[in-house]
T-cell receptor, first 111, second 111 residues
């Protein structure tokens, strides 16, 4: 059974730092991996989707990598800003086209 | 272009009461999903509909029913609410193996 883990559960860093969020999964048979952002009391916003054949995707200050063989993905945020404060979730799409979710990393960027 | 809309935003039920959560999308997506999100846990799939006229169980379907009314609308029904169904419910839509778009969520409390 696919399991997705995100470590750490919470992270607090000063504004301007570059940071890395981690996501690991137990079964490499995935269609894609997605990173989402969730603001308090709000829905989820898709940030990046990496197809299983890809190694990375970039959007602005965000870069996500995927290493299927080791069951790992990282989300790199460059030059962090207070507006980046949110919970970041990763999810893998399994062979049944269903998303299996991590519990998220709560990120706080201190001004 | 509203994306994915959900009603209601908040609901309080007594144990044993029933209710239907409504979801609609205007992106012409074939697939629609219902998730629940509990504190400290990732999202869990309740039911999904890969296309109009089909529905399938997800990870946690017990106590719920769904209806894919047409391509736009996918409703979730609680026939006899229980305190364990206190949660935040999200509806999402997508094309297969593509990014999912989420509604703002329904916060349900069962007393």
């Amino acid at each position: 059974k696919q399991e997705v883990t995100q470590i750490p559960a919470a992270l607090s860093v000063p504004e301007g730092e570059n940071l890395v969020l981690n996501c690991s999964f137990t079964d490499s048979a995935i269609y894609n991996l997605q990173w989402f952002r969730q603001d308090p009391g709000k829905g989820l916003t898709s940030l990046l989707l990496i197809q299983s054949s890809q190694r990375e995707q970039t959007s602005g200050r965000l870069n996500a990598s995927l290493d299927k063989s080791s069951g790992r993905s990282t989300l790199y945020i460059a030059a962090s800003q207070p507006g980046d404060s949110a919970t970041y979730l990763c999810a893998v799409e399994d062979s049944n086209y269903q998303l299996i979710w991590g519990a998220g990393t709560k990120l706080i960027i201190k001004p | 272009n509203a994306g994915v809309t959900q009603t209601p935003k908040f609901q309080v039920l007594k144990t044993g009461q029933s209710m239907t959560l409504q979801c609609a999308q205007d992106m012409n997506h074939n697939s629609m999903y219902w998730y629940r999100q509990d504190p400290g846990m990732g999202l869990r799939l309740i039911y999904y509909s890969a296309s109009e006229g089909t529905t399938d169980k997800g990870e946690v379907p017990n106590g719920y029913n769904v209806s894919r009314l047409n391509k736009r609308e996918f409703s979730l029904r609680l026939e006899s609410a229980a305190p364990s169904q206190t949660s935040v419910y999200f509806c999402a839509s997508s094309e297969m193996a593509a990014e999912q778009y989420f509604g703002p969520g329904t916060r349900l409390t069962v007393t």
